[in-house]
């Protein structure tokens, strides 16, 4: 069975640390994405990948960042993380353009 | 543009039917169906692509209309495992990224 792996399924930080939250896909998949999750909001995309070491923004990239140094692991950076970047984090891959998404579990960060 | 999903929610009884509408106000090249239940990912239902098709599987069916930039996905004899949030996703020709819409709450009762 294919897999989309979040290394963590619950995380709590502090206001202005850096978060990490790392993504894992075994399927061969050459498209990666972040979403968050908020009520009411549905997916919202933060940043998304076609490639290796390519990436681009999506919908509200700002206070994020990412990075893919190897086509299995797409993983996402808040640089200084703030209280309004509580959400659930979705990670998503996907083998091309026009074919079915895999999520994972999620990551609940919660920012105090 | 996040494309505009309705009803928000709908409550059915075991057995009634519902019809989930998702709009978008881009040309689509394609238009995915998910369904979340709480607490876990959402899960792949069905895709369609540009064509005007349609598609089905067990008593969930979806259509595409191209020309309106509308989707429908149709939930027959609804069961109570139906229940949960439907998401509709839509993609670009040429693009890469996928954009959902805010989601539609969906309760099934005995």
């Known amino acids: 069975d294919v897999k989309v792996t979040q290394s963590s399924r619950y995380l709590v930080k502090r206001t202005g640390e850096k978060v990490f939250l790392e993504c894992v896909q075994d399927?061969?998949?050459?498209?990666m994405f972040w979403y968050r999750q908020d009520p009411g909001l549905g997916l919202r995309l933060i940043y998304f990948?076609?490639?290796?070491?390519?990436?681009e923004k999506g919908d509200i990239p700002e206070g994020y960042s990412v990075s893919r140094e190897k086509k299995e692991r797409f993983s996402l950076i808040l640089e200084s993380a703030s209280t309004n970047q509580t959400s659930m984090y979705l990670c998503?891959?996907?083998?091309?353009?026009?074919?079915?998404?895999?999520f994972g579990s999620g990551t609940r960060l919660t920012v105090v | 543009q996040q494309p505009v999903q309705s009803p928000q929610a709908v409550i059915l009884r075991e057995g009634e039917d519902a019809v989930i509408n998702c709009s978008s106000s881009?040309?689509?090249?394609?238009v995915h169906w998910y369904r979340q239940k709480h607490g876990e990912a959402p899960v792949f239902l069905m895709i369609?692509?540009?064509?005007?098709e349609q598609k089905g599987h067990d008593k969930i069916s979806a259509s595409f209309n191209e020309k309106k930039q509308q989707s429908s996905l149709y939930l027959t004899a609804s069961q109570l495992s139906y229940s949960g949030t439907y998401f509709c996703?839509?993609?670009?020709?040429?693009?890469?990224?996928?954009?959902f819409g805010a989601g539609t709450r969906l309760f099934v009762k005995a």
């Open positions: 998503a891959s996907s083998l091309g353009t026009g074919r079915s998404y895999t």
């Open positions: 399927m061969d998949h050459e498209n």
């Open positions: 990948s076609y490639d290796v070491k390519m990436k």
């Open positions: 881009k040309a689509l090249y394609s």
């Open positions: 369609l692509l540009k064509g005007g």
């Open positions: 996703g839509t993609g670009r020709t040429g693009g890469f990224k996928t954009i």
